[in-house]
């Protein structure tokens, strides 16, 4: 069953805590992304990564860490950086950055974390 | 910076009535279009995207560049089309994709 393995579902976090996210994928996608999505603001960039051991910083990437040392994962660390971490988190990749089937992306079914 | 623009956060229309989901775009150069859309319980997925110029599930898009605008149209709208949709932006094959707020469609029997 190909896709997208977004886990945990829910997690709840006390403040000052870092969480780190996981995302796999078994797509042999190379390209993987993180976005945050808020009710009336959409999807916002966090941190997108088109090659292993490479990975660039988007819109909203402060408060935030990932990497990228395996093609199939792509771990977001949610630091106590972060000023407002309670949101729905969703992981997305797709397949030869600089090809035709760029910017189709495959979603996860998303991590809903909550901070107390 | 590219943005993207969708007015209207909910759209409420009869079952067989035209639907319209409007999409602004601000970007100076030539982008790359796609409306994304979450079903209830299912994951966000795509649409369809400009530079395919295809109709899925009844659903059409024209880019007018003069408007800078990525409207998405059906024509009789059905009670399954009820989902969230996203329009979205790029402006190069590889570049990160910038999304709209997003329209809720709630069609009505």
């Known amino acids: 069953d190909g896709g997208i393995t977004q886990s945990p579902k829910y997690l709840f976090r006390k403040e000052g805590q870092n969480v780190t996210l996981s995302c796999e994928q078994n797509l042999n996608h190379d390209a993987m992304y993180w976005y945050r999505q808020d009710p009336g603001q959409g999807l916002r960039l966090i941190y997108y990564?088109?090659?292993?051991?490479?990975?660039q910083k988007g819109d909203i990437a402060e408060g935030y860490s990932v990497s990228r040392e395996k093609k199939e994962s792509f771990p977001l660390t949610v630091t106590s950086a972060q000023k407002n971490p309670t949101a729905f988190y969703l992981c997305?990749?797709?397949?030869?950055?600089?090809?035709?089937?760029?910017?189709?992306?495959?979603f996860g079914a998303g991590s809903r974390l909550t901070v107390l | 910076a590219q943005r993207v623009t969708q007015p209207e956060k909910l759209l409420s229309v009869f079952k067989g009535a035209p639907v319209e989901l409007k999409c602004n775009y601000s970007y100076s150069g030539s982008p790359e279009l796609f409306w994304y859309v979450q079903y209830s319980r299912q994951r966000l997925q795509l649409l369809l995207r400009?530079?395919s110029r295809e109709s899925i599930k009844g659903f059409t898009a024209d880019l007018n560049k003069g408007e800078t605008s990525f409207h998405l149209k059906k024509p009789f709208a059905q009670e399954e089309d009820s989902a969230m949709y996203y329009c979205?932006?790029?402006?190069?094959?590889?570049?990160?994709?910038?999304f709209g707020g997003g329209t809720r469609v709630l069609v009505k029997p």
């Open positions: 400009h530079i």
């Open positions: 990564s088109q090659i292993v051991n490479d990975f």
């Open positions: 997305a990749s797709s397949i030869d950055p600089g090809g035709t089937g760029a910017n189709v992306l495959t």
């Open positions: 979205a932006l790029t402006k190069a094959a590889g570049n990160k994709l910038t």
